[in-house]
């Protein structure tokens, strides 16, 4: 989900939701609609992978020589990124380039990115290198996500148009992997090679959401999963965990050009399995933690300060957390900050940076400004004739 989640890891390294269900990450949160209820599956779903990104970033600070945590590290990266993804790219499939949605993409993806790109860069400045360049081409550690999420959105037109969408973007995946030119701007290597999964998403539907929810499915995910971790346990000693990341093309890890496209579809695949495993276990019906599905962007955006200004202030290098009980008591912190972070106090203070209204930015758009006084009329007229529909007297 980083770009390397050691420290100083955010910078050039080699290894490095229109209808809201992805939040960021997948996507800007927006107040459900009047009369639309939310899906507490997928609410669900993006509390819980918002849960594992903050238990993942801080297992990535004690990684070194820790066998076990870059076990549960790798299988946690095979798919808690492909499955925000994929809820990201199922949740943008009414996307188009109407002026309406393009609005919210705008201040619900790119001003977010911006604000908080200033915001990191500043912070590192201040906590450990006063010379640290703001530069808006090159996300701050998280932020990739952002950036991806608005590259993917704007070509949403395009995937619904072609014949073949997957294999058209699992071939760019591929292209990506053996192309080390493609460089770091806008981590332009984790758009292309994430790409598949939001495709997948825009290709889905709910019926096949309800395929991997029965029982059956969630049976089988337990040794499935058994088996990744103890393929996971295997690879520590022999991969480079850095091609989880997705980040670098496969030259720059010194493997040979022919194993990108081989990466690409294996990786794809795990991670399609894994995330169908984490699908099958997400409740379907509202829990205690469901509403906070509604603010994963905001412990997405804001968690990240902490584990940055933990890797600074060399909060991670405490003895305690080279011990198994040190180790768990950072996963229950990771997951218990994140999950504050979410919760509505947050969102009211951060709503005017992270979901801005911004009506001052955009020309009026003649159509909705129609539709809107044709919905005022509608009401207007059966709020008159409800009286005199209970044979009430109406005054005109």
Avoid at 123 to 147: G, K, M, Q
Avoid at 281 to 287: K, S, T
Avoid at 290 to 303: K, Q, R, S, W
Wanted: charged share 20%.
């Amino acid at each position: 989900m980083t770009s390397s989640l050691r420290p100083h890891g955010d910078r050039k390294s080699p290894f490095r939701s229109d209808q809201q269900a992805p939040n960021a990450p997948n996507a800007p949160n927006r107040q459900a609609q009047p009369g639309r209820q939310r899906d507490a599956f997928f609410d669900n779903a993006k509390y819980l992978a918002i849960v594992l990104v903050g238990v993942g970033h801080a297992w990535g600070q004690i990684l070194d020589g820790n066998r076990t945590v870059e076990t549960l590290y790798r299988v946690l990266y095979t798919f808690h990124m492909p499955a925000f993804i994929i809820v990201s790219g199922y949740f943008s499939r009414s996307f188009d380039l109407s002026p309406r949605r393009v609005k919210r993409l705008i201040t619900g993806v790119a001003v977010p990115y911006l604000v908080f790109e200033v915001a990191y860069a500043l912070h590192r400045r201040v906590s450990e290198d006063p010379a640290n360049d703001i530069s808006l081409l090159d996300p701050t550690y998280l932020l990739w996500f952002l950036c991806a999420l608005f590259v993917w959105r704007l070509t949403t037109p395009i995937w619904q148009t072609v014949r073949w969408p997957l294999p058209i973007a699992l071939g760019i995946a591929a292209l990506a992997s053996v192309t080390p030119t493609v460089g770091n701007d806008l981590n332009m290597q984790r758009v292309l090679q994430f790409l598949p999964c939001f495709v997948l998403g825009l290709v889905l539907r709910p019926e096949h959401f309800q395929l991997v929810r029965r029982r059956s499915v969630r049976i089988l995910s337990v040794p499935v999963v058994a088996a990744a971790v103890a393929v996971a346990w295997w690879s520590v000693p022999r991969m480079e965990t850095g091609w989880f990341y997705r980040n670098a093309a496969v030259q720059d890890t010194g493997a040979p050009w022919w194993s990108g496209p081989i990466l690409t579809l294996a990786l794809f695949g795990c991670s399609l399995v894994l995330s169908a495993c984490f699908f099958a276990w997400v409740p379907g019906r509202r829990m205690w933690f469901t509403a906070l599905g509604a603010g994963t962007i905001y412990g997405y955006l804001v968690h990240g300060f902490l584990v940055k200004e933990g890797s600074y202030a060399g909060w991670f290098s405490h003895p305690a957390l080279d011990r198994p009980l040190g180790e768990i008591g950072l996963t229950v912190l990771g997951a218990a900050v994140i999950t504050l972070l979410c919760t509505k106090p947050v969102q009211r203070v951060l709503r005017c940076v992270v979901e801005p209204r911004m009506e001052w930015a955009f020309k009026r758009d003649p159509g909705e400004a129609a539709r809107g006084r044709e919905r005022r009329e509608k009401a207007e007229v059966r709020e008159a004739r409800a009286p005199s529909e209970t044979g009430e007297k109406v005054s005109v």
